[in-house]
């Protein structure tokens, strides 16, 4: 294991969060930022009670009182209860969203998701008019070989009504092992359709980017969904496939991107700068380490935009902050979510892990990022009826469409370009079967 900043738990409050459903699902913004260091420190084994501290005498004798007198005896769940005082130790701590305690499973999706290997049926979703929305499917995914289209809702998942059903809880449905078999219900609101679409789970070699030419311009949009392992190599083969395209201008969107390698941080910033400092390392005592840029950069004149919003989390900040400081990218959106914190995971004997907060990064000119995040230049909200467009979204979109969207954010930065598109109405008709297409 290796060193690591915090991202947030996804909250209510993030208007539009993408998730990715796989057998390994980025539960609550489960990613993180891996450091440099491959190594972690040892646990030590438990000191005998009598050797811990006099104030830690009390828990032992509940702990004690409780498992020889309560009286429902059947409810002593010592596991439960283990993990239930973890996470009040952590809680007093007051670095909340930051260190945590992640139980067996929820450590073992982490280090998947973090490797960028999934497994499930390879689509983003969002929640609308109370049903789980398809965002867009992965590229040559099994929900796209099966038929799945960007803006279906799923009405249910193997017979069961997903209406105001819990996102996390819609995507433990969906999700489940290769080479098993999910039947969705599908309203296809372009046609009024509903189809039943079985769809064979199986690996999703996700890109941690995915990009595309907006329709009649010269500006190439690039989504970074997290700052997974391969995210460097595919920010490298799509700034090549825009430029053949015909991109002159670039604008990479880290909305709701939940961080990931600290590593990936570095060299996907240095890509864009030419030199001076991607972040700086403060320990407890405010001793401060700069980590520079990498040479040899591939786009570090391209005009660009940076798209933010709420749920862009460490990774994503520094990456944002790294540009605005040295003006080197216009930052649209919203203020990111404040984290930054550097983490170091401890495993632990049960197969869980403790990520604790050990030092906090800054911006290159010393700005702090954990509890105030990267405030943008323009600042822009997405409406709470509006929807994030990705590549895989808008690949199937024209113009029209694209400007009558409520993606108020991207259609900033395009106006910022002077490349917002044009309405052409046609017909009444037209108009609004394409305002149902994207709403």
């Known amino acids: 294991m290796a060193r690591n900043i915090d991202t947030p738990f996804m909250k209510n409050s993030i208007k539009t969060t993408i998730i990715t459903i796989t057998l390994v699902s980025l539960i609550f913004g489960a990613g993180i930022i ?96 109370g049903y789980p929305a398809i965002i867009a499917p992965i590229s040559d995914s099994p929900a796209e070989r099966a038929g799945i289209q960007a803006g279906d809702l799923i009405v249910d998942v193997d017979g069961v009504d997903m209406f105001e059903k819990p996102l996390n809880e819609a995507i433990d449905l969906i999700k489940g092992d290769e080479g098993t078999e999910v039947v969705l219900t599908v309203l296809r609101r372009k046609t009024g359709e509903e189809l039943e679409i079985p769809i064979i789970r199986g690996e999703i070699k996700s890109p941690a980017a995915s990009w595309i030419i907006i329709p009649e311009t010269d500006i190439g949009l690039i989504y970074m969904s997290q700052f997974s392992a ?55 005592q405010g001793n401060r380490k700069a980590y520079v840029v990498q040479p040899n950069g591939i786009a570090p004149d391209i005009p660009l935009i940076v798209l933010t919003n709420h749920g862009s989390a460490s990774a994503s900040e520094i990456f944002s902050g790294a540009l605005q400081d040295h003006d080197r990218a216009i930052v649209i959106g919203e203020t990111t979510f404040g984290t930054g914190t550097v983490l170091q995971p401890f495993d632990l004997s049960d197969g869980s892990t403790l990520l604790l ?83």
């Open 357 to 439: 907060g050990i030092s906090q990064w800054l911006s290159p000119e010393g700005r702090l990022i954990r509890k105030q995040g990267i405030e943008p230049d323009i600042i822009i909200e997405l409406p709470t009826d509006g929807r994030i467009l990705v590549p895989g979204a808008i690949r199937s979109m024209t113009p029209t469409e694209i400007a009558i969207s409520k993606d108020t954010q991207l259609l900033r930065a395009l106006e910022e370009y002077d490349a917002r598109p044009e309405i052409n109405l046609g017909s009444t008709n037209q108009y609004w079967e394409t305002l149902e297409l994207v709403r």
């Open 230 to 284: 391969n995210l460097e190599e595919n920010l490298k083969q799509a700034i090549g496939e825009l430029k053949e395209q015909g991109a002159t201008r670039l604008i990479v969107d880290v909305r709701n991107n939940p961080g990931g390698l600290l590593d990936q941080a570095i060299s996907v910033s240095s890509h864009f700068l030419i030199e001076g400092n991607v972040l700086l390392e403060e320990d407890a």
């Open 34 to 129: 891996v450091g440099r260091s491959s190594t972690i420190f040892p646990i030590t084994s438990v000191r005998a009670q009598e050797e811990l501290p006099p104030e830690m005498q009390p828990f032992f004798e509940v702990w004690q009182l409780a498992s020889i007198y309560f009286i429902d005896q059947e409810k002593l769940d010592y596991t439960k209860m283990t993990y239930g005082a973890i996470n009040g130790v952590l809680k007093v701590l007051g670095d909340e969203g930051h260190t945590r305690f992640l139980p067996p499973k929820q450590a073992e999706a982490q280090k998947e998701s973090i490797s960028g290997k999934f497994y499930g049926i390879g689509a983003t979703v969002t929640v609308e008019d």
